[in-house]
């Protein structure tokens, strides 16, 4: 199992909503009134948790300021949604009994789920992800990119002669790296079109590669360094396998309550 395999796994999204943690306790501070509704500090909590990521992109100082205006938009279109009965309508029973069923599916998954998950067994899965980690392998390349072969192959001759690579790069590379110096910084086999990526792992680093044939054109490669990839951290990944045992907690959960249940499929 590769490094980025074992990533993809524990960066799998959760199978139903969830969001994040929140603290009710002495929430019951009245922030605001809308014709004798109160809001509550608790209620404007749970809104900014609803807006989640959306809400950092206001500074904090006026974050209070716009939840609290947008909380009072909301009940006065409420208010008036009532006054022309809109509350006794089919579409707001059926969006009401929808609501109703995510406000019940995200507490269970809260206190049912998410509770079952301590840092004991997320530090477990970690160690238990990474003894399944193929060490992955990852160079530090340049090349010059030309249009023909031979241009690639007076090149090289330049290069073998002495000529700077990366200044080389500069004057005759066609490629979106000739202003680096040809630099394309580390990457893995798997990212570069394989005969370039095959060239580029067979050399030790300061290797020149013979030219080599890409859909882009002819390459001349020097390879500055190999190393083993870094693995990502626990703290790096925490969050994304907390999500993933919530995530197969929750499918274990509905296939339990599945079996125990009777189900009658009517829709054809």
Known sequence: MSMKSFSSIIALGIALAVLPAASFAAQDEIVAKVNGKAITRAQLDFFAEELGERLNQVPAPQRDAILIE???????????????????????????????????QQVYLKKVIEAKIGEAELRKTYQEGLAKITPEVEVRARHILVKTEDEANAILKELEGGADFAELAKTKSTGPSGAKGGDLGYFGKGQMVPSFAEAAFALEAG??????????????????????????????????????????????????????????????
Do not use: C
Request: aromatic share 6%; glycine share 2%.
């Open 70 to 104: 947008q909380m009072i938009a909301r009940h006065l279109i409420a208010q008036d949604a009532e006054k022309l009965k809109l509350n006794e309508t089919k579409e707001y029973e059926l969006r009401q009994q929808s609501y109703r069923l995510r406000a019940l």
């Open 207 to 268: 290797g020149l590669s013979k030219p080599v044939k890409t859909r882009f054109g002819w390459h001349v490669i020097k390879v500055e360094d190999k190393r083993e990839k870094a693995v990502p951290t626990f703290e790096q990944i925490r969050e994304s396998m907390r999500l993933a045992l919530i995530r197969n907690y929750a499918t274990d959960a509905v296939k339990k309550l599945r079996d125990e249940a009777k189900i009658e499929i009517i829709a054809k």
